[in-house]
């Protein structure tokens, strides 16, 4: 690896985790090329308009005539994700027949790790995903993510939501390309289960626990949660916090700056709250062992098992192409309830969780100025074009481009990005905001929270060790 991988600097934690007004695209979906019907329609497409390329008439880079293979990494495993992002290829490809894009799948729980191990082996893919936060700075600094202010600055590109581009900069450059869609976080339940127990959507947690009582007495799991993932149990932990304290604890232990540590007042309410319902049986028994890459999760909402999920925006992607119908019938939506105790303390309740970016991708063209230009191209031209987006808007989500929001009519996505909207902020999911080496220990912290093998203060400790740890090293 060319430099050793460091922890995140201040300055992107100021700038990407409390972002105003806006919000957040999802671990989605692993392993071939482009399929040859995808690739054959954008030929076919390219034959009808009399060879005219989709660039035609844009300022944008001139792109090489000369043979060239971008190898490009993403997370889509699943349809309908999978096939929209393998026919921005194959329109990109079709347009530009002498460079090949080698799409490789890779599977979420494990990409983080696998991209690592590539760019510690000299292997780090040309183009890959990625959602910005702590880890994207650690891969600018390690020379595995381009700085591509320049391009953006002189050639055309979508009109990108302002906190998009913000989670995707680092110390003022630009190194990401939005394409995953905005993603809030919120709880799914079911409707039906609801209604049949006479139970009205919580407003509160006092509400949201009384709820959870009423389903264990009539035989339902409250929540489903696969949290071999360990990054879903965080989202219970995140939201906690930030109805405890705002964003306010969250930043001081970010910075482990007067008296900031995962140990303060929030920190502690959310693990010991967290564990209280673990004893009382609101989770389903071996969560620890199941994976939301494997729709686990949902699969408990499916079989009538358990009555919510906390859990990102593209579970309604998911949910609804698993089967529209059940959907459509069973499944509404709220925000995280409102801590009633802080909020007569004037702590503010419109913080949500969830990311502006989505997913981004970034760059690895090592000095290579073709190859980049290319990329950029595929990034803003091909994954954002008219098809891309009227795809991803069939699909329950919503690109980080300024008026899609507006065009939101399905139901709960209406719910989703209102409530996004509204925030006064949106924190980024912990695990992409941390320096790497923090993430680590904090999902192996949700584990152990969930696990009941340590205390929210024994998980707070580990946390700051690992804070400590990281700033030292910047």
Avoid at 154 to 168: K, L
Avoid at 269 to 287: M, N
Wanted: net charge negative; with cysteine; proline share 4%.
């Amino acid at each position: 690896m060319k430099k050793k991988f460091w922890a995140v600097t201040l300055g992107l934690a100021m700038t990407a985790a409390s972002l105003a007004g806006c919000a957040g695209a999802a671990p989605a979906d692993g392993g071939a090329a482009p399929a040859e019907p995808a690739a054959a329609e954008a030929t076919e497409a390219a034959a009808e308009t009399g060879g005219a390329k989709a660039t035609d008439g844009k300022n944008l880079p001139e792109l090489t005539t000369e043979d060239m293979t971008i190898v490009l990494w993403d997370i889509a495993t699943e349809d309908p994700t999978k096939t929209i992002q393998e026919g921005a290829v194959a329109r990109f490809m079709a347009d530009y027949p002498n460079i090949h894009v080698e799409q490789v799948h890779q599977q979420n729980d494990n990409y983080k790790q696998q991209l690592v191990v590539a760019m510690s082996s000299g292997q780090c893919p040309d183009m890959y995903i990625s959602w910005g936060g702590g880890p994207m700075a650690e891969y600018h600094n390690s020379g595995f993510a381009d700085d591509i202010t320049d391009l953006y600055n002189t050639y055309d590109h979508p009109d990108f939501i302002e906190a998009a581009i913000a989670q995707g900069s680092y110390k003022g450059q630009i190194l990401g390309i939005p394409f995953g869609g905005m993603s809030g976080c919120d709880v799914f339940y079911n409707k039906t289960i609801f209604a049949e127990q006479g139970i009205e959507v919580p407003q509160t947690l006092d509400e949201l626990e009384a709820a959870c009582e009423k389903l264990k007495a009539a035989g339902y799991t409250p929540f489903s949660l696969a949290n071999g993932s360990k990054w879903t149990g965080s989202m219970y932990y995140m939201y906690l916090v930030a109805r405890h304290s705002g964003n306010d604890e969250f930043d001081a232990a970010y910075t482990q700056e007067n008296g900031g540590s995962f140990t303060s007042d929030a920190f502690i309410f959310a693990g010991d709250k967290i564990q209280d319902w673990v004893k009382k049986g609101y989770f389903p028994e071996g969560t620890n062992s199941m994976t939301t890459d494997d729709g686990q999760d949902r699969q408990l909402l499916y079989d009538g098992s358990c009555a919510m999920m906390l859990h990102g925006s593209w579970q309604a992607r998911s949910m609804a192409a698993d089967n529209q119908e059940w959907y459509d019938e069973n499944i509404g939506v709220f925000r995280w309830p409102v801590d009633t105790e802080a909020e007569a303390k004037g702590v503010p309740q419109n913080v949500e969780v969830g990311t502006a970016i989505g997913n981004c991708f970034n760059f690895n063209a090592q000095g290579d100025q073709d190859k980049l230009n290319a990329m950029y191209v595929l990034a803003t031209q091909y994954y954002n074009d008219d098809t891309y987006n009227e795809e991803q808007m069939a699909s329950n989500t919503i690109p980080s481009i300024n008026g899609f929001e507006k065009l939101v009519t399905e139901p709960n996505m209406k719910i989703i990005t209102d409530v996004f909207f509204d925030a006064s902020n949106v924190q980024l999911w912990y695990d992409q905001y941390l320096p790497a080496s923090v993430t680590e220990v904090h999902k192996d912290s949700m584990t152990a929270l969930f696990g009941l093998e340590k205390t929210a203060k024994e998980i707070g400790e580990d946390q700051d060790a690992a804070m400590k740890a990281a700033l030292a090293e910047q």
